[in-house]
Every structure is written in structure tokens, then in C-alpha cells.
């Protein structure tokens, strides 16, 4: 069977295609972002990325007033969709409730891209034709292509397709993945994967469904089995860690007895909660949930890098 990509090709819904990345898998790296997400983590710094198709979003700081342009406010919405508030700065305003997926085509009218979209369909040789832009640096440091969302395995045929073509082209492949999709999913784009970077957020399923949206029972049960499917791949454990979450040592040891029986699970990495993305939930009429949450202190890291480093023999126990 021809295994090369043809003009049937699904396509796919990117975010954003970044460049040097050096915390998405081995080397330096190309993270494709992907539309679509079944969790809903209070934390997530790509709230952009949730929604499964493309959408409307506004960064008012950019806006040059209905008076230099008002293009918005003449576009096919809903009445009221796009106002001005009288005696104020003379910016457009959103209103939310009204806006949806069909006023997508706004976006192509703002001339300052203050009204812009999260999400863009693109065919597999668009997305890997700005990523051999980097396979110089693939070459020199291992690195590769990675595909991150959102959760990359709920494009399953695009995903499957792109890193089959990636590997072809001799492209290292990695995925980011929260492991929360049918197994028919993982199944159809593991074997086209090197390194498979998947979070384990919560172990206890309660306070996942908490603060994650959704039990963490067919997370784990997909993890065990893809361990255990595909024993050539490389596995890398993950935790965003959360102050007053899952910043416990009860967690970060509940993990390291997930995954020790598993030779294949190669690390497990611990990342510090940031408030990067928090801007983009006012760009899309949100709320961020967690604005009174702090960074980790680098003490608490520590603390529990000392435990995993231990259990993967990088450490010797106290007293030793």
C-alpha cells in the first residue's frame, strides 16, 4: 500500500504553529496546536485551542475606533453583536451571547486584526511545509515535529496522516496528549509516534472531575493500555503543578506507581503553573478562574523533583 499522503488527505483545524520549542519532546521542536479539547482544566493557558472549530476573538487594544474604520459594525451579525458605547474611546465593544460561529467571516473584514480568528483548516503538506523550515535544527539536536492542543488526538485521521507523512519525510514525531479520547483514537495515531508526552493531572477522580471537568477512569485505563501496545514508543509522564491542587507528594507518589511497573515510560516532568495565557480568555469573552492563584514557590519544585529523581535512580535517599 502507497503509504504517502495523497490529495485525499484530511485536513486539519491549527491554532498555531510555533517554532524552537525546547519543552515539547527531545531537541529543539515545531508544536502544532490543534483545535478541539474534551477537558476542561481551570488552569488551561490555551483556552483558544478548546473550542473544536474555529473561532471569533477580540483584542480591543487594537481596535482604531468606529469612526477610522466601524467595518465590524456594518458586517452580517446579529444586531448589537458589535457596538460602541456613546462618549468613550470610540472602540468597538462584543457583545458575547450574540456572536457565534457563523460570524466567523468578521474577522477578514478588521484591517488592525483586533477581531481576528483562533483557528485555521489546513491540509498536511501546509503544516509541514512551515515545519521543515526548521529540519536543520531537527537534524543537529533530535528534535522534530509536535503535535499539541487542545488534545491533538481528537483530529485523529489529520493527526495520524500528518505524523505518517512527518516520519516519511524522516522527521522525528512527538505528541502532547491528556489522554482523555476514545482508544480507537490513540490507537489510529501512536504508531506513527516517537514520543508520547501525556499528562497525568489528578489521580484521584473526584477532585479530576473537579477541577479537570471529567473523571480520570478512562485517562488512566488509555494510558495503561497504550504502555502496554506499544512498548517501542517513549513515554514521558507529565504534571502541570497547581498551589493547593495537586502539589501534594500524595500525587507526584501515586504517579510513580502508575507508571513503574512501564520501562517504556522514560521520565516523568513536573511544569510549573503560569498565568501566560490568561489574556486570551478576555479575547474571547471568558473568564479566567484561577486569578488569584500563585506560582509554585521553587522550594515546593524541588521537594518534589527530589522524589521523582529518586525514583528514576538520579538521586541517592537521604542518609545514603
Known amino acids: 500500500m502507497d503509504q504517502t499522503v495523497s490529495s485525499l488527505t484530511p485536513t486539519g483545524i491549527v491554532v498555531n504553529i510555533q517554532h ?15 483545535k478541539g479539547c474534551g477537558n476542561r482544566c481551570k488552569w488551561c493557558c490555551n483556552p483558544e485551542t478548546i473550542h473544536p472549530k474555529p473561532e471569533l476573538a477580540y483584542n480591543r487594544s487594537k481596535c482604531i475606533g468606529a469612526k477610522a474604520c466601524g467595518r465590524c459594525l456594518q458586517a452580517p451579525a446579529p444586531e448589537g ?53 526548521d529540519a536543520a535544527f531537527y537534524r543537529e539536536s533530535g528534535g522534530g515535529i509536535t503535535l499539541s492542543g487542545g488534545e491533538c488526538l481528537l483530529q485523529p485521521a489529520f493527526s495520524a496522516t500528518l505524523l505518517m507523512e512527518a516520519h516519511r519525510r524522516g522527521i522525528n514525531t512527538a505528541i502532547e496528549t491528556a489522554g482523555n479520547v476514545p482508544w480507537a483514537f490513540m490507537e489510529r495515531v501512536l504508531p506513527h509516534v516517537d514520543t508520547v508526552l501525556h499528562d497525568h493531572k489528578l489521580t484521584d477522580p473526584e477532585r479530576h472531575k473537579k477541577w479537570i471537568g471529567v473523571d480520570n477512569k ?67 469573552g471568558r473568564v479566567y478562574e484561577l486569578e488569584d492563584f500563585e506560582r509554585p514557590t521553587p522550594e515546593s519544585l524541588a521537594r518534589l523533583q527530589s522524589i521523582i529523581d529518586e525514583a528514576f535512580g538520579r538521586t541517592s535517599p537521604t542518609g545514603a
Open 20 to 34: 524552537f520549542c525546547t519543552n515539547d519532546g527531545p531537541g529543539i521542536r515545531t508544536t502544532v496546536f490543534l
Open 81 to 133: 453583536a458589535f457596538y460602541v458605547i456613546a462618549d468613550t474611546d470610540d472602540r468597538v465593544h462584543v457583545n458575547w451571547d450574540l456572536v457565534s460561529d457563523a460570524e466567523t467571516e468578521v474577522a477578514s473584514l478588521c484591517p488592525s486584526e483586533a477581531i481576528h480568528l483562533f483557528g485555521e483548516v489546513m491540509t498536511v503538506d501546509q503544516v509541514l511545509e512551515e515545519v521543515e523550515q
Open 218 to 284: 478512562r485517562i488512566l485505563a488509555n494510558y495503561k493500555r497504550a504502555y502496554e501496545a506499544y512498548p517501542d514508543k517513549q513515554f514521558i509522564a507529565r504534571t502541570p503543578v497547581i498551589p493547593g491542587v495537586n502539589d501534594g507528594e500524595e500525587h507526584i507518589r501515586s504517579v510513580l506507581a502508575f507508571i513503574a511497573p512501564y520501562k517504556n515510560v522514560i521520565d516523568y516532568q513536573l511544569l510549573p503553573y503560569h498565568r501566560y495565557g490568561e489574556a486570551k480568555y478576555g479575547f474571547l
